[in-house]
C-alpha cells in the first residue's frame, strides 16, 4: 500500500495542488489532515470521484463542528477489501483495508498544535 498524507492548513490552493499531485496510479490511500472544504462542508471532490472513494468521518454530516480529517480511497482498491471503522470524532478516522497482507487498519489523526483533545 502506497499512502500519501498531507496537511492541508484548509487551504483551496493546497488541495488544488494535491489533487494535481495525487497519482491514482501511484497512491493508494490519501490521509488528510485540515481538508479544504466548501461552504456547503463537502470536499470540491468533482474531479476526484473517477480514481477516489471520498470517506468522511463517522459524524461529520450530523455534527456542527468542522471535521478535520478526510481519506480518499483508490477506486482500484474493491470495496470488499475494506471498509470504515466508525469513531465518534470530527479528528480521528481509520479504514480497515484486508489483502494478500492480512488486515490493516489505517487512522488518520488530527490533533491540534496547542491541544491533546484529540487524545482523551
Known amino acids: 500500500l502506497k499512502i500519501w498524507q498531507q496537511n492541508l492548513h484548509k487551504s483551496l490552493n493546497a488541495w488544488e495542488h494535491m489533487l ?11 490521509c488528510i489532515q485540515e481538508p479544504y472544504f466548501n461552504p456547503v462542508n463537502l470536499a ?3 474531479n476526484l470521484k ?7 468521518p463517522t459524524d461529520h ?8 480529517t478526510l481519506i480518499l480511497v483508490n477506486r482500484r482498491l474493491s470495496k470488499n477489501n475494506w471498509h470504515i471503522i466508525p469513531i465518534k470524532s470530527p479528528n480521528v478516522m481509520a ?4 489483502g494478500q497482507f492480512g488486515k490493516v487498519r489505517i487512522y488518520n489523526i488530527y490533533n491540534p498544535c496547542d491541544s491533546d483533545m484529540t487524545l482523551h
Open 20 to 30: 494535481r499531485n495525487l497519482d491514482p496510479n501511484v497512491y493508494d490511500i490519501a
Open 44 to 46: 470540491n471532490t468533482s
Open 50 to 56: 473517477q480514481f477516489w472513494d471520498v470517506i468522511y
Open 61 to 68: 454530516h450530523a455534527s456542527a463542528g468542522r471535521s478535520q
Open 95 to 98: 479504514i480497515e483495508i484486508t
